[in-house]
T-cell receptor, first 110, second 111 residues
Framework: NAGVTQTPKFRILKIGQSMTLQCTQDMNHNYMYWYRQDPGMGLKLIYYSVGAGITDKGEVPNGYNVSRSTTEDFPLRLELAAPSQTSVYFC?????????FGPGTRLTVT | RKEVEQDPGPFNVPEGATVAFNCTYSNSASQSFFWYRQDCRKEPKLLMSVYSSGNEDGRFTAQLNRASQYISLLIRDSKLSDSATYLCVVTSGGGADGLTFGKGTHLIIQP
């Protein structure tokens, strides 16, 4: 099993650009999550999904969108990137409360 | 408001020593508890679940105190490789809105 994979690993965006962060898991987990982690800070939940076709907002959803068309994939869309979205983005999937994280995407918006 | 609090540290500990830190939670309805380890610039990884009866995995022991609403992590015979940030996670069930991460405790093991 590859577990949770994320692409890209790094990205630099200009203000106002858009992009999609990809996340795929091969563990057949129903629950998937997107977090952001700012330097020296804890994880903040952006969006989550309890299964294909179902998504819900987390603590900090503004400026982001998600979709969940399959069990495996949970892409995160940034529209009109802003410097405040500079962060490390982690995708995770879970079963029985235990979360498995991808390696993260480091995003810089300048 | 559901909160999970951790002492951010850093805890500077000599190699071979025993170190312990706690995580307090405010929601008495919390159901599941976990410790994660996060290395610098890496993703969090599950270290261990915390059961009501406590559990041990090698040099690591986790305990739950429901009456005082905290969980603890004890590391014995600490190794240089134990240097990391330790995150506690508390869930109250009902989907991801019941899941809360602490900000982590930074542990530095010194030779």
């Amino acid at each position: 099993n590859a577990g949770v994979t994320q692409t890209p690993k790094f990205r630099i965006l200009k203000i106002g650009q858009s992009m999609t962060l990809q996340c795929t898991q091969d563990m057949n987990h129903n629950y998937m999550y997107w977090y952001r982690q700012d330097p020296g800070m804890g994880l903040k939940l952006i969006y989550y999904s309890v299964g294909a076709g179902i998504t819900d907002k987390g603590e900090v959803p503004n400026g982001y969108n998600v979709s969940r068309s399959t069990t495996e994939d949970f892409p995160l869309r940034l529209e009109l990137a802003a410097p405040s979205q500079t962060s490390v983005y982690f995708c995770a999937s879970s079963r029985d409360g235990e979360q498995y994280f991808g390696p993260g995407t480091r995003l810089t918006v300048t | 408001r559901k909160e999970v609090e951790q002492d951010p540290g850093p805890f500077n500990v000599p190699e071979g020593a025993t170190v312990a830190f706690n995580c307090t939670y405010s929601n008495s309805a919390s159901q599941s508890f976990f410790w994660y380890r996060q290395d610098c610039r890496k993703e969090p990884k599950l270290l261990m679940s915390v059961y009501s009866s406590g559990n041990e995995d090698g040099r690591f022991t986790a305990q739950l105190n429901r009456a005082s609403q905290y969980i603890s992590l004890l590391i014995r015979d600490s190794k240089l490789s134990d240097s990391a940030t330790y995150l506690c996670v508390v869930t109250s069930g009902g989907g991801a809105d019941g899941l809360t991460f602490g900000k982590g405790t930074h542990l530095i093991i010194q030779p």
